[in-house]
Nanobody, 124 residues
Framework: VQLQASGGGLVQAGGSLSLSCAAS????????MGWFRQAPGKEREFVAAVSWNGATIYYASSVKGRFTISGENAKNTVYLQMNSLKPEDTAIYYC??????????????????WGQGTLVTVSS
């Protein structure tokens, strides 16, 4: 199983970016896909997660209302639309997938597979 994240870049505060995470090797019906981020000198933190059927979604309070997570089963891809970006959103963003739990997984330690990360830089 491989997860390929893409879409990071440099954007000014208030701008938008869209991240993609393509899963290959298997599908994740009824499982979890999540986005996490790690800023320099900080621990990894949860951003958003979605069940593969799209029925359940959860956001970190810091991004709720600004970020939108969605999945496209036909392409085995999960997206993270990031709007109204702030300098504090600067981080490496990682996608993750879990094939074991029947409930939405929010804890990064419980995710089974990880992508390589994509850098998002928001300038002030």
């Amino acid at each position: 199983v491989q997860l390929q994240a893409s879409g990071g870049g440099l954007v000014q505060a208030g701008g938008s970016l869209s991240l993609s995470c393509a899963a290959s090797g298997r599908t994740f019906s009824n499982n979890s896909m999540g986005w996490f981020r790690q800023a320099p000198g900080k621990e990894r933190e949860f951003v958003a997660a979605v069940s593969w059927n799209g029925a359940t979604i959860y956001y970190a309070s810091s991004v709720k209302g600004r970020f939108t997570i969605s999945g496209e089963n036909a392409k085995n891809t999960v997206y993270l639309q990031m709007n109204s970006l702030k300098p504090e959103d600067t981080a490496i963003y990682y996608c993750a997938a879990d094939s074991r739990s029947r409930v939405l997984v929010l804890n990064g330690n419980l995710y089974e597979y990880w992508g390589q990360g994509t850098l998002v830089t928001v300038s002030s």
